[in-house]
């Protein structure tokens, strides 16, 4: 219990973790965290898996966990992963020192790194799905720079599933805020 509670602590730190892209995307929003992020990757992993019929439970576990040793590397962007080495599963063998070796998050963690299997790549595909909606709601609000990152499009290449490349097309289609203009006209100044 000392250990599982050393690690929730740890994991509470995400939320202070801000986003290396911030760097890169010219921008200062600090409600861009790694916690925020995996989130959303999270139920996009849930929706994911299960339009692509993998083991919803699985994915959901890897994308809770993908980013997790990011408390002791920090994140970095696709400019400092070019030149930094990130001992990501010694972070996370440390992390998950508590468990036994064959308990099922330590096994998807190990899956998950490898993208060999199907909730591996679909887990993945959630995670590169919540960067294309972050930079679509900035390329929305102005930023030149995600604007620029959108239009590359080279995140779909990444991409494993065709219902990953679905939604990613989807999301160059809509505004961030058609959910809630689509909802029975939106809004209203009235309540009910």
Not at 4 to 22: C, P, Y
Not at 121 to 136: E, F, G, P, S, T
Not at 140 to 151: D, M, P
Request: hydrophobic residues 35%; glycine residues 4%; proline residues 1%.
């Amino acid at each position: 219990m000392k250990k599982l509670t050393n690690f929730l602590f740890e994991i509470g730190t995400l939320r202070k973790t801000a986003r290396s892209h911030r760097q890169t995307l010219l921008t200062d929003d600090l409600s861009d965290n790694i916690a925020s992020h995996s989130f959303r990757v999270s139920i996009i992993g849930m929706f994911l898996a299960q339009l692509e019929k993998a083991d919803v439970k699985k994915v959901m576990m890897m994308c809770l966990i993908h980013d997790t040793s990011e408390t002791r590397s920090g994140d970095q962007n696709w400019v400092h992963k070019k030149y930094l080495k990130v001992f990501e599963d010694e972070i996370i063998g440390s992390q998950l020192s508590f468990l036994p070796k064959n308990s099922e998050v330590v096994k998807a963690s190990k899956e998950y790194q490898k993208r060999k299997s199907l909730e591996a790549k679909v887990a993945k595909d959630a995670d590169l799905l919540d960067q294309l909606l972050l930079l679509k709601e900035y390329a929305w609000q102005g930023n030149l720079e995600a604007k620029q990152w959108l239009e590359g499009k080279h995140h779909q290449g990444l991409m494993f599933t065709n219902n990953a490349k679905k939604i990613a097309r989807e999301i160059q289609k809509q505004k961030p805020s058609d959910w809630w203009r689509a909802q029975n006209g939106g809004w209203s100044s009235r309540r009910r």
